[in-house]
């Protein structure tokens, strides 16, 4: 049985376990994760702005991290009694997200795992990962969402991009981006990636932390900007880094095997939460 309410779905019974996607929050391409995981969980798969319940193309402002983890803790605050805590997994985006939850309210987080969450600024060649977003956000104003999306996949793997030639004076043969974006990737770029990526993680709150916070990355993404970042924020904040199955988007490419990692590191960690 599934519940739908805004902005979020509840579906399985167990222990809470609260789901952040990545991207723009849009949970497209979960349903493999989440079926499998509400055999032994609660999942509550968490929609930030509302895209899956009927926002997109509404209007759009730029997203900041702490609306993101304040609206999960509200979330949280309708499913569970006062003074009760939850399993957090995010993803990418929804990893910084998970990160800021476990900061700002420790008491509602039983244990978070972030997988590949892109915080580059714990990295030591930052500015140049944050010139590179920028560049990707004005490739999609000046040449649309696939340009912007090829710039940013070559950026994530360190590879060499050449930008598209501009067309003949006085023709376009490239459609500008709707005013609107009407699509979770257009979001995500145009609201989501510049902001998401300048997080600066609160190190000082974490570390206390640490037990309750696995960072992850994926098996196949070892070379790439995400998974590098993860393996940082890991080594800063003293908590445990693992694997997961599949690269970036492995809970989307390999659904049954990443719900069984992620059972199998959650299920066996005790609650450390002060009653």
């Known amino acids: 049985m599934?519940?739908?309410?805004a902005h979020h779905e509840v579906r399985g019974s167990g222990p809470v376990l609260l789901v952040i996607p990545g991207g723009a929050g849009h949970p497209m391409g979960l349903d493999?994760?989440?079926?499998?995981?509400?055999?032994?969980?609660?999942?509550?798969?968490?929609?930030?702005?509302?895209l899956a319940h009927g926002r997109l193309g509404e209007p759009v402002e730029d997203q900041r991290v702490e609306a993101w983890s304040d609206g999960a803790r509200q979330v949280l605050?309708?499913?569970?009694?006062?003074?009760?805590?939850?399993?957090?997994?995010?993803?990418?985006?929804?990893?910084?997200?998970?990160?800021?939850?476990?900061t700002s309210h420790p008491d509602r987080v039983r244990h978070a795992v972030a997988h590949e969450p892109?915080?580059?600024?714990?990295l030591p060649d930052a500015a140049q990962h944050r010139k590179m977003f920028e560049d990707v956000y004005e490739t999609y104003r000046a040449a649309g969402l696939q340009a912007a999306s090829v710039r940013l996949n070559a950026g994530?793997?360190?590879?060499?991009?050449?930008?598209?030639?501009?067309?003949?004076?006085?023709?376009?043969?490239?459609?500008?981006?709707?005013?609107?974006?009407?699509?979770p990737m257009a979001v995500f770029i145009a609201h989501v990636?510049?902001?998401?990526?300048a997080y600066e993680p609160d190190f000082a709150t974490l570390h206390p932390l640490a037990a309750r916070l696995t960072l992850a990355g994926g098996h196949e993404s070892r070379t790439q900007?995400?998974?590098?970042?993860?393996?940082?924020?890991?080594?800063?904040?003293?908590?445990?880094?693992?694997?997961?199955p599949g690269g970036h988007i492995g809970a989307v490419t390999h659904p049954v095997e990443f719900a069984e990692r992620l059972a199998e590191r959650l299920l066996p960690v005790p609650s450390q939460v002060s009653r």
């Not at 990636?193 to 990526?197: D, E, M, P, V, W």
């Not at 900007?225 to 997961?244: C, I, K, N, T, W």
């Open 2 to 5: 599934t519940e739908t309410t």
């Open 193 to 197: 990636l510049r902001q998401f990526t």
């Open 156 to 183: 994530l793997e360190d590879r060499m991009w050449e930008a598209p030639p501009p067309p003949p004076v006085g023709t376009s043969h490239i459609a500008s981006p709707p005013p609107v974006p009407d699509k």
């Open 32 to 50: 493999g994760l989440v079926e499998r995981l509400a055999g032994r969980f609660t999942v509550v798969t968490y929609d930030p702005m509302g």
């Open 118 to 122: 892109p915080g580059v600024t714990v």
């Open 225 to 244: 900007l995400p998974h590098r970042a993860a393996r940082m924020l890991a080594q800063r904040s003293g908590s445990d880094f693992v694997e997961f």
């Open 77 to 102: 605050d309708s499913l569970l009694p006062g003074g009760e805590s939850a399993y957090v997994f995010g993803s990418s985006s929804g990893g910084i997200a998970a990160l800021d939850l476990l």
